[in-house]
């Protein structure tokens, strides 16, 4: 069965630094999306991603981070310069159209900002 | 209050028996979908429901919605002890006023199933 995959499983990195985390979707999907979530808090949306631009993005998604898909098969999520509140686990979802349709997740990237 | 709490927060149970979780939301939806999260790991998905369906099985899974009291629950029949996980629901709003395909997401709640 297709899924979702995401590169690095754990990211460690310094305060300051830049960091790309890198997802691939389930290859016939449209619609792609970024969220994370702080240890032991929910799930939080942060952008969703549909015809090569931004469909929609919540308030934590600021100036600091970008969204990208360079090739036919990845999407890449930049955060510029890492503070200690990014220390979280992100998670890549993907979706076959956008109406609402079933998001399927990745395993997710677990991110350590020292 | 947010959107999307699930209760109990906790849930302990022996093998054998079913587990229910219940969830609530504040906004109209379009849809409501459950998630399963094992400790530290992706998310799972279980099943999507829609606005103007009342039922759904899968498998020992059954979610119903109540869209008038806004509030969804998930049964799990027969539990098992590989259903120790937390399980989440999910909203988006798709097609309403403001509303995207972004998931809001409850606060989870967290089920052991002991042997």
């Known amino acids: 069965e297709p899924e979702v995959t995401q590169t690095p499983s754990h990211q460690v990195t310094q305060m300051g630094q830049e960091v790309i985390l890198r997802c691939v979707p389930i290859s016939n999907h449209l619609y792609f999306y970024w969220y994370r979530q702080i240890l032991g808090q929910k799930v939080e949306f942060l952008v969703s991603?549909?015809?090569?631009?931004?469909?929609?993005k919540s308030e934590i998604f600021d100036d600091q981070f970008s969204v990208e898909r360079p090739d036919g098969s990845n999407f890449t999520l930049k955060i510029r310069s890492t503070k200690l509140e990014d220390s979280a686990m992100y998670f890549c979802?993907?979706?076959?159209?956008?109406?609402?349709?079933?998001?399927?997740f990745g395993p997710g990237t677990r991110l350590t900002v020292l | 209050s947010q959107q999307g709490e699930e209760d109990p927060q906790a849930l302990s149970i022996q093998e054998g028996e079913n587990a229910t979780m219940n969830c609530s939301y504040k906004t109209s939806i379009n849809n409501l979908q459950w998630y399963r999260q094992n400790s530290g790991r992706g998310l799972v998905h279980l099943i999507l429901?829609?606005?103007?369906?009342r039922e759904k099985h899968s498998g020992r899974l059954r979610v119903t919605l109540d869209t008038s009291k806004k509030s969804s629950s998930l049964l799990i029949t027969a539990s098992r002890a590989a259903d120790t996980a937390s399980y989440f629901c999910?909203?988006?709003?798709?097609?309403?006023?403001?509303?995207?395909?972004?998931?809001?997401f409850g606060t989870g709640t967290q089920l052991k199933v002991e042997l």
């Open positions: 999910a909203t988006d709003a798709w097609g309403l006023t403001g509303g995207g395909n972004k998931l809001t």
């Open positions: 991603f549909y015809n090569n631009e931004i469909s929609e």
């Open positions: 429901i829609r606005s103007n369906e």
């Open positions: 979802a993907s979706s076959e159209a956008g109406a609402g349709t079933t998001q399927y």
